[in-house]
């Protein structure tokens, strides 16, 4: 759970590190392990890191606004 007296420029920084292990992990996935089926019915892995992708975005367009002051949908 967040620290709600952790200062927003320190959580953003710390969605940023989580964000770069994503990638990280996901540097090995070729196109042919991209397209293989996920532990959700339905989705291959390349949808699983679509769907995260889209996500971080979203926070962080929230996060950016939140700094202003300002509240958007994601």
Known sequence: MADPHRP???LIRRISRAH???LDLLDGLDE???AQPSALPGWTRG???QHLTDNARA???QARF???GE???M
């Open 8 to 10: 927003p420029r320190d």
């Open 20 to 22: 770069a292990r994503v």
């Open 32 to 34: 042919e392990r991209t």
């Open 47 to 49: 949808h699983v890191v």
């Open 59 to 61: 926070f962080e367009r």
């Open 66 to 68: 939140a700094l202003r």
């Open 71 to 73: 509240l958007v949908e």
